[in-house]
């Protein structure tokens, strides 16, 4: 997981499990260019956990930053927390081995937000409040733990089963004429499978946040890993032996990768068909289908290598195949179409909401979409929008807090056009929120560039930046009932946004109307 945000008035308000560290608990680091003493004894504005541990935000008590649109900035600085507390097993492995190494090993081998538990909630559960709620996300990480730790003892006692198999197969088909040969074969097929799977752990660690945002895209690139797996393998056939073990290990890295990103997007696309939610008949019949096409291949193989199994034979049916395989892979990705939200979608529904009043239908989309509906035509003409942004990167804090306390998000105010309009969520934001929070994130951004009495120049002082804010949440709580019904009305899944979803939250204190609805 890599950061998880929470935000509160009082020091004393309780946090969720913490302790790894990536600098010394003493380090004060600033945002921007001041830096100030440690805060002993006022309260944080912010709290932020990032890979498990605790850093307190305060107030700055330097002088104001100047932005580039030549306004001043009121910046906060950070320390970490001391609180011990609510250490995990996890959070003091950290304190053993090298700083960040845990913060990696979460972000490579567990989901965003495990094994955390949100410290509201365990609040209310405390106070007799959604005690069920908590009790089966209690349930949900146990057996979550023990479901993966059984996984991966066979997984371990599977591959080390298919070692032997493997080292009784070469020797079966006389690969090698004394033991020696044979060992010297199955210890370097054996390496080319785990160089293979260390490349492919590099990867998933790397890019998996985007799997649910971009499946399309994912599936291309798998395919484009795969075939290129296959052709480097192909190559061992006409290569020098000592190259064997570089090509086959890198081919085998790809294919790895296809693999594993077939899984995650060929989940995405289930979990859309599962329309009336049998995930698990889906997948099932889905396995049935892939046997049945994998026999098929393996027979039609076998059929052709009776012909034929020179290397120029293998090459030039390989280049004979690549072409239908990509023809396969590009109708299916067009067939593939779904209402669903991610953040290019969101960005684009909301932008011709606030221009035309009217929520666009998949069709309607597509002249400003491009790359399988996952990525904006023309960038230049839609505000730029990070979700579930960290506090580091926010700017006038207080004053915004003040305007939109009672909103389960923040939005920071762009200096230009071309600035981001980074949105931190609330701890207890739901998919709504989220797409309220980017209607109104449009809508401010048209305040405050897309006007006749939009500021011409980059010197919109703070006082009118929040004014235009507070008109823009006004317009967007008159229209956001119309807006998501709208939504709905479209066919578009409102019940879910995806975007690279890093597991940040924020928490602040809230009315007494908001805590009770």
């Known amino acids: 997981m890599s950061s998880y945000l929470q935000c509160t008035r009082a020091a004393s308000h309780a946090g969720p499990p913490t302790a790894i560290s990536t600098t010394n608990d003493s380090d004060t680091i600033p945002l921007g260019n001041k830096t100030s003493p440690p805060q002993q004894q006022r309260a944080p504005i912010l709290t932020e956990t990032l890979n498990g541990r605790k850093r307190n935000y305060f107030r700055s008590t330097a002088d104001g ?8 900035s009121s910046k906060l600085t950070w320390e970490w927390s001391k609180d011990t507390t609510t250490m995990t097993a996890l959070d003091r492995l950290g304190r053993v081995l090298p700083p960040g190494v845990v913060g990696w090993l979460r972000a490579m081998f567990l989901p965003v937000g495990y094994p955390q538990v949100n410290a509201e909630v365990v609040d209310k559960q405390e106070k007799g409040r959604q005690a069920t709620a908590f009790s089966c996300g209690r349930c949900a990480i146990l057996v979550y733990a023990k ?3 059984y996984q991966f003892l ?13 080292q ?20 370097q097929w054996i390496l080319k499978d785990g160089i293979g799977e260390i490349g492919k752990l590099f990867f ?5 946040r985007s799997f649910d945002s971009h499946p399309k895209t994912w599936k291309m690139i798998g395919e484009v890993s795969s075939l290129s797996g296959a052709f480097l393998q192909l190559c061992t056939v006409v290569a020098p032996s000592h190259w064997f073990l570089g090509l086959a290990s890198v081919g085998y890295a790809l294919r790895s990768i296809h693999f594993s990103i077939w899984g995650a997007t060929h989940m995405t696309f289930t979990r859309n068909f599962a329309l009336q939610g049998n995930v698990g008949d889906l997948v099932a019949k889905d396995d049935s289908q892939m046997s049945v096409a994998h026999l098929g291949g393996m027979l039609g193989g076998v059929g052709i290598l009776t012909l034929s199994h020179t290397p120029v034979f293998l090459f030039g049916v390989f280049f004979l195949l690549i072409p239908v395989h990509f023809h396969m892979t590009l109708s299916l990705l067009r067939a593939a179409n779904f209402e669903v939200l991610n953040q290019t979608t969101l960005t684009v529904i909301c932008k011709r909401f606030v221009k035309t009043g009217v929520v666009p239908t998949m069709p309607e989309l597509k002249p400003y979409v491009k790359g399988f509906g996952e990525w904006i035509e023309n960038r230049n003409q839609f505000p730029r929008i990070e979700i579930a942004a960290e506090a580091s990167k926010l700017e006038d804090v207080e004053e915004v807090l003040a305007l939109l306390k009672d909103e389960r998000y923040l939005l920071s105010i762009p200096s230009t056009r071309t600035s981001i309009i980074r949105i931190p969520l609330h701890a207890s934001a739901a998919p709504h929120d989220v797409i309220k929070a980017a209607l109104h994130a449009t809508k401010f951004h048209e305040l405050m560039f897309d006007t006749a009495n939009s500021s011409t120049d980059e010197t919109m002082p703070l006082s009118r930046a929040l004014a235009l804010m507070k008109e823009s949440h006004e317009w967007t709580a008159a229209r956001f009932p119309h807006f998501i019904a709208d939504v709905d009305y479209k066919d578009w899944q409102s019940d879910a946004v995806f975007w690279g979803d890093s597991g940040r939250r924020v928490d602040w204190e809230k009315s007494d109307k908001d805590k009770e609805a």
């Open 65 to 72: 930053n100047l932005l580039a649109s030549g306004r001043e």
């Open 147 to 149: 479901v993966h730790i």
């Open 154 to 166: 066979e997984t371990f006692i599977w591959s080390a089963v298919s070692v032997l198999c493997s």
């Open 168 to 187: 009784a197969m070469l020797s079966s088909i006389g690969v090698g004429s004394t033991a020696a040969a044979g060992g010297a074969v199955a210890i």
């Open 204 to 208: 998933i660690q790397r890019f998996a």
